[in-house]
């Protein structure tokens, strides 16, 4: 273990008469001034940040960019990944409205916003890639979804995959006719049929599929006024 230690012994202390640190290095405005060179490039263009400083952001429009950040690598300053937010949340996150995950990493950020759960990058804007995981809620809405949802063992799951198609709809008999043309206009061979009676029994007529209609033939003519549900999911 080490530390520099400084040049200069001084046995007193300073009572600073302006509102700005000593030191100005350790306060800019935006989070955005913390990888801008124009903000530490000196006059002879060097720059003079080092590995443990620590920096505030006091004044940033998205107020969830303030706070104070640590500087993981002075080479690197330029860089996001290398300003690691110090957080003051503990570590269930719930003892603050956000919450951070892999914040050195350019992470995500769980907010809270008058009560709903929002989930944004790293620089505050908004994030829309989660993959995987568990969500435990009352309630869940989803305003985009590239792809499907599908339940496995009683938890809901997001997949980017073939979107699921239904079509729902009631074949009535006239007495007359056996053989019924199913307009679904699903545009799938990949498709199942369930055909559900008036006890809402699942009955087995021959079917014979097609891209966007089916053929459903009974043995004999339906009876008049007779129900039957037809459920065709396909994807």
């Given at each position: ?9 001084f ?6 008469l302006?509102?700005?640190p000593?030191?100005?290095r ?16 000196d006059?002879?263009?060097n ?32 860089s996001?990944?290398?300003w ?5 949340t ?11 995950l892999n ?15 929002e ?9 829309a890639?989660i ?8 309630s869940l809405k989803?305003?985009t979804?590239?792809?499907?949802l599908y ?9 980017a995959g073939n ?6 709809a ?22 199942t ?5 008036n ?10 599929r097609?891209l966007?209609s089916?053929?459903?033939s ?10 039957y549900?037809?459920?065709i999911i396909?994807?």
């Open positions: 273990m080490a530390r520099n230690k400084g040049t200069f012994n046995a007193a202390n300073f009572e600073i302006t509102k700005a000593l030191d100005a350790l306060v800019v405005s935006n989070k955005a001034d913390l990888i801008d060179p124009s903000i530490w490039v006059t002879n263009n720059v003079w940040l080092y590995k443990g400083l620590v920096a505030s952001v006091t004044s940033d429009p998205s107020t969830i960019n303030n706070g104070l950040y640590f500087l993981l690598d002075e080479a690197n300053y330029t996001y990944q290398y690691l937010k110090i957080n003051n503990d570590a269930s996150g719930t003892s603050s409205l956000t919450f951070q914040n050195g990493n350019n992470g995500v950020v769980l907010k809270d916003s008058s009560g709903n759960l989930v944004v990058r790293f620089d505050g804007s908004t994030y890639n993959t995987s995981g568990c969500l435990t809620t009352n989803i305003d979804l590239n792809g499907i339940a496995v063992d009683g938890s809901i799951y997001a997949s979107v699921i198609k239904v079509y729902d009631s074949l009535i008999g006239n007495g007359t006719t056996a053989d019924f043309t199913i307009d679904h206009s699903l545009n799938t061979m990949k498709q049929m369930t055909i559900y009676d006890l809402n029994k699942v009955i087995y007529p021959d079917i014979e097609g966007n089916d053929i459903i009974f043995s004999e003519p339906i009876t008049m006024g007779t129900e549900e037809i459920i396909g994807f």
